[in-house]
């Protein structure tokens, strides 16, 4: 149909990377594999998953008009190995699609370009959908022809790698779909072993209550002391699994401005992340993603971060927090502490600051060390 010619070639002048067409249907294995991974659990405090679980598993359900699908990529490879920061112990490690601006502003305009020009010029209905919308758009991509769902449960492209955002376009247009992607995974399993909280309960599963990027963005309450360590320095997202990703290869770095990163968010100091107050966290990371979780919980993450750092200087750092508005910010700055001092001088801050301390979770990271110092003959860690 000359429609989705023109479409396609509106859509890549508009800057857009990748264009296909999908049928508004998906496949019995993608809506099983919805159910099955919300009956396990695996989407953890993220109920807006199962709340709406109709809606995002039948396109017709979210809008009973829809005749075709048009799935949009937009490419945010990054220039450098997301992984080489993970040594720098005393920096943060920012997952590479929020190191500028946030990228819903970026897609949503551009793709509500696109949407009007079709209503406009081919006199079709439309509705635009970019991320926070009950859509499977992983699947549907597939569909259209532009990836498939790699092991890492991510959106594999031949052409981008595992750097692509994604967006769509429903419309009650007619249009001809693409030919579906096929699994270029093959043997490789290399998202799977690297993930350092063993997020993968098999190939194409992700338990997210496991994931450093879950952790660290969607979770608003304390990150269970099992995950800590193998945290690192990552303080929002972990890109391990798709940088790994053998496809990345083929990819070519972003050239879109608004994905380039700022350079104050490129490998920023721990130690000036920990002293962020609300007003100052809202100025720094103003038009990025990261605004979104709020100032305690990416502070929560710093001195997690702080912790793994392996540097007593940043001790001093972590102590000013352990008067800190926060229980969430105080029990990690508590935490941090107990991998940074010495036993005596943990000790001491334990004996001055639990006593008044009225928060319980907060007493409790407090107790943790000193029990385990009651049972390990090697002392306080």
């Known amino acids: 149909m000359p429609h989705t ?24 294995e993608a809506k099983r594999g919805l159910s099955e991974y919300l009956a396990r659990g695996y989407h953890g405090d993220m109920g807006w998953l ?35 920061l993970l040594s720098a112990r005393g920096r943060g490690a920012i997952s590479v699609y929020a190191r500028n601006r946030d990228y819903h502003d970026i897609l949503k305009s551009r793709v509500k370009t696109l949407a009007r020009w079709i209503h406009e010029t081919l006199d079709g209905e439309v509705k635009v959908f970019v991320d926070t919308a009950p859509v499977m ?3 549907l991509a597939q569909a259209a022809g532009i990836g498939w769902q790699g092991k890492h449960t991510n959106l594999v492209s031949r052409a981008h790698g595992s750097w692509l955002f994604l967006a769509e376009v429903y419309t009650t247009l007619d249009l001809d779909p693409d030919s579906a992607e096929s699994d270029h995974c093959g043997g490789c399993r290399r998202c799977l072993d690297v993930c350092p909280t063993r997020a993968f309960p098999a190939p194409y599963q992700l338990d997210a209550r496991r994931c450093i990027s879950y952790l660290t963005i969607e979770h608003k309450g304390h ?32 050239s879109e401005a608004g994905f ?5 968010l490129s490998a920023p100091r721990l130690a000036d992340l920990a002293d962020l107050g609300d007003a100052d966290f809202r100025r720094v990371f103003s ?4 605004k979104r979780i709020g100032r305690d919980r990416f502070v929560r993450n710093v001195l997690i971060a702080i912790g ?8 001093q750092v972590a102590r000013a927090r352990l008067a800190d508005a926060s229980p969430l910010v105080r029990a990690m700055a508590v935490w941090a ?34 029990d385990r110092a009651a049972t390990e003959s090697v002392g306080i860690y």
């Not at 053998?246 to 972003?254: D, E, Q």
């Not at 001092?341 to 060390?369: F, M």
């Open 260 to 264: 380039l990163p700022r350079a104050e």
């Open 308 to 315: 793994n750092s392996g540097d007593p200087g940043l001790a």
């Open 287 to 290: 038009g990025s993603p990261i």
């Open 5 to 28: 010619s023109a479409i396609r070639e509106k859509a890549l002048s508009l800057g857009f990377d990748a264009v296909g067409f999908a049928l508004p249907t998906l496949a019995a």
């Open 223 to 254: 990150i269970a002391p099992e995950f800590r360590a193998a945290m690192g320095n990552r303080i929002y997202g972990c890109d391990d699994c798709l940088a790994v990703c053998p496809w990345n290869k083929f990819a070519t770095p972003t």
């Open 337 to 370: 502490l107990s991998r940074l001092l010495g036993g005596a001088s943990y000790s001491h801050l334990r004996d001055v600051h639990r006593p008044n301390e009225a928060d319980e979770q907060v007493r409790a990271e407090w107790n943790a060390v000193e």
């Open 137 to 139: 758009e992983k699947p």
């Open 50 to 84: 199962a709340d709406k679980a109709d809606r995002r598993a039948d396109p017709g359900v979210l809008w009973p008009e829809v005749r075709s699908v048009v799935v949009l990529g937009l490419n945010y490879g990054p220039a450098d190995d997301p992984m080489a």
